[in-house]
């Protein structure tokens, strides 16, 4: 082979092998996000308080179930149990189904103080900070153009859980509170954006610390309870808003964050001790709704 030749020979090779680099590359990256089996959204509750309940929680349905044989052959439809649960602060259901506007920057606007606005646990998130930013990294892409983030999130079987776990009403709650019609519409919206076969729970959020913002929460709970059954909805409906649950948190102030007084200074964010709580005394509604939907 003449030196030209050789040359030439070389170039091939160096253009072959950096083609090669990138196609590969971009086969990493494609392949860089596996969607977790369980799938858990929520608001500003989890990011402060009852993220790290709602990952143990579901991490562990077998143990906190306790199901029997039959319910143990339906838990195989859930797959390997991997567990994602994402909060998203000032979000609520209007916002995963906005295609623009302030409703979609709930989710998608950066923060423009602390830079994330949300929190992240289990298998999307394996470093030790829960604060992201969604729409930044491979596994938080939920903002595209002309779609809304349920639409982004599904697309393509992006994410692909065979169980949807949804947990809002703070954000919303004095909307629905005052208009069983915008319950019902942003109700109708989010079933008309998740995939048709996709198993889901709906479960309103825990109560507050004072007695007036757990008022206007029932009220938009029992709003929202009954839009989903106007809606024709398959999601499982469970009540964060019951006596038991109301009475644990109302005026505990061992429940919220507090200053250097003793004073609650977050009345709205129940902490993960109350989390805990929570998550006992619900724990057979969460569980009766898992059965459910994977029986289906």
Sequence with gaps: MTGIALKKYSSYLLVVFFLHSIMSTAAMSANKFKSPDILVLGDSQFTFGSGPSFLDFFQNIKSKCSPNAAQMGKLKKLGDMSVAVIGVRSSSLPSWTARSGKGKGAVCDVDPKWKVNAGSYGMVNKTKNIYIQIGKGPQYQFCKKKLSPFEALFKDKYYDPKLLVMSFLGNSSAGWANSPKMALNDVQKTM???????PC????????????????RVRAQKNLKKAFQKSGSRC?????????????????????????????KD??????????????????????????QISK
């Design 192 to 198: 008309a954006q998740l995939p048709d076969d996709l």
């Design 201 to 216: 729970i709906f479960m309103t959020s825990a109560p507050a610390y004072n007695k007036k913002t757990n008022d206007v």
């Design 236 to 264: 499982s409906f469970i009540e964060g808003l019951t006596p038991k649950t109301i009475a644990a948190n109302l005026g505990v102030k061992q429940h919220f964050r507090r200053n250097k007084s003793g004073e609650v």
């Design 267 to 292: 009345p709205y964010h129940p902490n993960k001790k109350a989390a805990k709580k929570f998550f006992a005394i619900e724990n057979n509604n969460i569980c009766a709704a898992i059965f459910t």
